[in-house]
């Protein structure tokens, strides 16, 4: 199993963390969201379809493909969990991420919003944000993530890796 979690500088306002997994071998079937004071945005790279279940008769309420966002819960959540899984997941800060998002945080509170949300941001699906983001970086999410260009803060990305055999050149 592949697991990262980063915050990159520059977001660190906005951001408690980004988490990138692949591979995850879950426990249980089911996992247990409980609330916190952040917002998730949750964007599934593994194609699978999870549910969220009533919290008492586990009987399924709603079905979710390709991502959502998770607004603040007043109550816990259960949602089913498959093997295989790979996801990246956004931790926004206590009201920040207000900044990110077109419609009030309040749209989103003791919800969880299916990625359909994505065609109010002008995306049509997933894989026009993974086009944008390869258009503003280069890379595709998963190879920006698996290369932790995040881990030096910066926005400087190596593209050649230095060659050691190289002596200087005399002036």
Same mark, same amino acid.
């Given at each position: 199993?592949?697991?990262?979690?980063?915050? $990159?500088?520059?977001?660190?306002?906005?951001?408690?963390?980004?988490?990138?997994?692949?591979?995850?071998?879950?426990?249980?079937?089911?996992?247990?969201?409980?609330?916190?004071? =952040?917002?998730?945005?949750?964007?599934?790279? %593994?194609?699978?379809?999870?549910? @969220?279940? %009533? !919290? !008492?008769? /586990?009987? @399924?309420?709603?079905?979710?493909?390709?991502?959502?966002? =998770?607004?603040?819960?007043?109550?816990?959540?259960?949602? =089913?969990?498959?093997? *295989?899984?790979?996801?990246?997941?956004?931790?926004?800060? $206590?009201?920040?991420?207000?900044?990110? /998002?077109?419609?009030?945080?309040? %749209?989103? #509170?003791?919800?969880? @919003?299916?990625?359909?949300?994505?065609?109010?941001?002008?995306?049509?699906?997933?894989?026009?944000?993974?086009? #944008?983001?390869?258009?503003?970086?280069?890379?595709?999410?998963?190879?920006?993530? *698996?290369?932790?260009?995040?881990?030096?803060?910066?926005?400087?990305? $190596?593209? @050649?890796?230095?060659?050691? %055999?190289?002596?200087?050149? $005399?002036?």
């Amino acid at each position: 199993m592949i697991f990262q979690s980063c915050l $990159p500088e520059r977001l660190a306002k906005y951001i408690d963390q980004m988490i990138y997994f692949r591979d995850f071998i879950p426990p249980s079937h089911i996992e247990r969201l409980v609330p916190t004071s =952040s917002l998730f945005l949750v964007i599934e790279l %593994d194609g699978m379809t999870r549910q @969220v279940l %009533d !919290n !008492n008769t /586990l009987s @399924v309420l709603q079905e979710i493909k390709g991502g959502w966002i =998770s607004g603040l819960q007043k109550h816990y959540r259960n949602i =089913s969990a498959h093997s *295989g899984s790979e996801m990246l997941i956004v931790q926004f800060r $206590p009201l920040w991420a207000s900044s990110f /998002l077109p419609v009030p945080l309040t %749209d989103y #509170e003791d919800r969880i @919003v299916p990625e359909e949300l994505a065609f109010r941001w002008g995306y049509s699906d997933q894989s026009h944000l993974i086009r #944008e983001f390869h258009f503003f970086s280069g890379f595709i999410p998963t190879d920006f993530l *698996g290369r932790e260009f995040h881990k030096d803060g910066t926005n400087f990305i $190596p593209l @050649v890796k230095k060659r050691q %055999d190289r002596k200087p050149v $005399p002036h």
